[in-house]
């Protein structure tokens, strides 16, 4: 097993940006069975690395304005790090901010299992095939970059509060069931069929700097937990609030400085005010927010040039659902009698629901048999004392508060979707109520435990981390 480190010594980090903006027609993912083809772009897509350097340790940020990664592409960029840059595969933290205006890599939203799809059809799954190699070849790139450019550097961590752009999305309704607050009510006195909001958000708003000695500002690491889904289901190609985040940065901090932003465990979080049927969407005004009080945050930090650095992972098996048998007959049935999607339209563009969600149930069911349980891995990056905790998927923002609540070290930031796509991880209470998060889906497929496992087994993992 691989010890940690525990001598600090002098930082050298290096970072860089690589403009991964896909071609018209590309799919665009973060929408279910709707043909999303780019026609415009709000803001271009980066792939950005950040390298640290310390006593012989190394670890590489690459914060991605994507959607999804699948554990496909996350293994072949890990790869080429290692063979050409000298990481460790698990020294490689890949996190897609799950902006909802950009591609995925990799196909996620059916099993491997789940029969053919006529190659017109594979967005169904999820992905597109022919914008997969043109962002991989952008992503290493974008480390190679920032590896070169590794220098001497002065880290400083704060933390603000920001409570103003992000809503628990799971209203609690009159019966107890919940439903998820839209940006638009029919009603002229607002969402009234809301009784409270079931959980918390997480305000914090992390900020890491990366300085030279002549207090040049070269990079950012902001963590911050919120759905970014401004622009959903425009056919718009957008890096959503992330983006607008780290371009106010830069014009605060100047043209070289690379922020990375670090989406938290947002699996409940959404921009959309559940009270407010007066909201005007706008992911710009939301980075305007966040970089404000990130640049209250930054007026006050204290500024360091030696840190421990380290990072270890943790591999925990987490057991798929079984799927109703009543559910999987009726999807089976309905399969059998339309193998090939069920469309809602004459131009082929949406799928019918019934139909996906047969789609989805069987999907559980091949992944749940083929499997059995789910390797799921944890990755903690400790840089002085602030530790970044990976996680793939979308856990609750119970969980990533639990976590916090539970660290030996603060700051603690959680950093989501990291790795590979799991899909959601609620409360186990979440359950009782229902609601999209929780039906059985190939986005929503592991058992309730879930997220229990995936919070003890982080905090164990800290613990050794930091050696408490």
């Known amino acids: ?135 991989v070849e952008g992503i290493v790139q974008a480390i190679r970059l920032a590896n070169e450019a590794l220098q001497p550097v002065q880290i400083g961590v704060g933390s603000g509060i920001e409570g103003r752009v992000a809503f628990n999305r799971r209203a609690v309704k009159r019966d107890g069931s919940v439903g998820m607050p839209g940006r638009r009510w029919e009603n002229p006195l607002g969402p009234t069929w809301i009784r409270y909001l079931e959980g918390p958000i997480d305000p914090e708003l992390g900020v890491m700097c990366v300085r030279t000695e002549s207090l ?26 992330p983006g607008a985040l780290a371009d106010q940065l830069r014009k605060a901090y100047g043209q070289d400085c690379v922020a990375v932003v670090l989406n938290g ?80 339209d004459e131009q082929c563009t949406r799928v019918d629901s019934d139909w996906m969600r047969a789609a989805e149930v069987l999907s559980v069911h091949l992944c749940q048999q083929r499997e059995g ?23 609750f923002v119970e969980g990533g508060l639990r976590i916090k609540l539970a660290s030996p070290t603060y700051p603690t930031y959680i950093v989501h979707m990291t790795t590979h796509y799991v899909g959601y991880i609620p409360t186990k209470e979440a359950f009782d109520r229902g609601g999209h998060e929780v039906a059985t889906s190939y986005w929503a497929k592991l058992v309730p435990e879930a997220l229990d496992i995936v919070v003890e087994a982080a905090i164990d993992l800290l613990h050794e981390v930091f050696r408490t």
């Open 265 to 344: 465990a947002c699996g409940n979080i959404n921009p959309w005010p559940p009270y407010n049927s007066d909201y005007v969407e706008d992911h710009r005004r939301m980075g305007r927010v966040l970089a404000a009080t990130a640049g209250k945050v930054i007026e006050t930090l204290p500024f360091q040039d030696e840190a421990i650095l380290d990072w270890k992972t943790k591999h925990v098996k987490i057991p798929l659902r079984q799927v109703d048998p009543q559910d999987l007959d009726k999807a089976e049935k309905l399969l059998a009698q339309y193998p090939q999607p069920v469309w809602t």
């Open 1 to 135: 097993m691989r010890e940690v480190q525990q001598q600090p010594g002098s930082l050298r980090a290096g970072v860089a940006q690589v403009d991964i903006t896909p071609k018209a027609g590309v799919q665009l993912a973060g929408d279910i069975g709707r043909r999303r083809p780019a026609r415009l772009v709000s803001d271009p897509l980066y792939a950005k690395a950040l390298v640290f350097e310390c006593n012989g340790c190394k670890l590489c940020f690459v914060g991605l304005d994507l959607t999804v990664i699948t554990r496909q592409y996350s293994a072949l960029i890990r790869q080429a790090a290692t063979e050409n840059f000298g990481f460790e595969p698990e020294a490689v933290m890949i996190h897609p901010t799950q902006t909802h205006s950009a591609p995925s890599l990799g196909y996620f939203m059916l099993d491997e299992d789940f029969p053919a799809l006529p190659p017109q059809y594979d967005w169904i799954r999820g992905g597109d095939e022919s914008y997969n190699s043109f962002a």
């Open 216 to 241: 040049r500002m070269v990079a950012m690491l902001v963590n911050y937990t919120c759905h970014p889904v401004h622009l959903l289901p425009k056919p718009i190609v957008s890096a959503d609030w």
């Open 373 to 395: 349980a789910l390797d799921y891995e944890i990755q903690v990056f400790r840089v002085g004392d602030t530790a970044f905790v990976g996680l793939p998927g979308e856990p």
